[in-house]
């Protein structure tokens, strides 16, 4: 199946700070997604992104599907305590009937 | 009231017996899935379904059974369950395009 690096495997921040992740595929996808997982619980949706060049914002987090289909990011900025948690990213290939995840990005905001 | 259900919460049972993890989603989605998540977190699809067809069956071995009795519910039937097992399983949902709605997890524990 379809392989997605996501980078960086974990970030260790101060409050305030601005953070970058991103996921790269040798692949193409026409859709690329970024969830939140808290601990002992599902992933949340975050941002979805749909066309190539798409940059979408969700209050302090902005996401951009990459011109080549085969890269997305995500910053959050002016991190506050309540961003701790793990992101992932996911790529759909062809339609929703597939769905792909990176391995993760663990986030720790030290107050 | 809750988008993605999946119960048990938490499943601790034997090596060698058979059990089974259930899923319901009120959002009208067609299309569903069943991802496992291991202990560094890592999500691999084992099997969607769209309108109670299945579409992806991610090389899960045939003692995992998934049902589909109609397009609100996908069930997973596990039988002779091994130590290798043990993760939490994530049931989701979702309708094209779009990303996926998650339920809480079942935390399977083999002994």
């Known amino acids: 199946g379809q392989q997605l690096n996501q980078s960086p495997q974990s970030m260790f921040i101060q409050e305030g700070e601005d953070v970058s992740m991103n996921c790269t595929s040798s692949?193409?996808?026409?859709?690329w997604l970024w969830y939140k997982q808290d601990p002992g619980e599902g992933p949340v949706l975050l941002i979805a992104?749909?066309?190539?060049?798409e940059l979408t914002s969700n209050g302090r987090l902005t996401a951009q599907f990459g011109i080549t289909r085969k890269d997305s990011f995500l910053n959050i900025s002016a991190s506050i305590p309540s961003d701790v948690g793990i992101y992932f990213c996911a790529g759909q290939p062809y339609n929703n009937n597939d769905m792909r995840f990176g391995a993760g990005t663990r986030l720790t905001v030290k107050p | 009231d809750t988008a993605v259900s999946q119960t048990p919460k938490y499943l601790v049972t034997q090596m060698g017996n058979d059990k089974s993890i259930k899923c319901e989603q009120n959002?009208?989605?067609?299309?569903m899935y069943w991802y496992k998540q291991d202990s560094k977190k890592f999500l691999k699809i084992m099997f969607s379904?769209?309108?109670?067809?299945?579409?992806i069956n991610e090389t899960v071995p045939n003692r995992f059974s998934p049902k589909s009795p109609d397009k609100a519910h996908l069930n997973l039937h596990i039988n002779s369950l091994e130590l290798g097992d043990s993760a939490v399983y994530f049931c989701?949902?979702?309708?094209?395009?779009?990303?996926?709605?998650f339920g809480q997890g079942t935390r399977l524990t083999v002994v």
């Open positions: 379904y769209n309108n109670k067809e299945l579409i």
């Open positions: 959002l009208g989605h067609d299309t």
């Open positions: 992104l749909y066309k190539a060049g």
């Open positions: 692949s193409i996808f026409n859709t």
């Open positions: 989701a949902s979702s309708q094209d395009p779009g990303g996926a709605f």
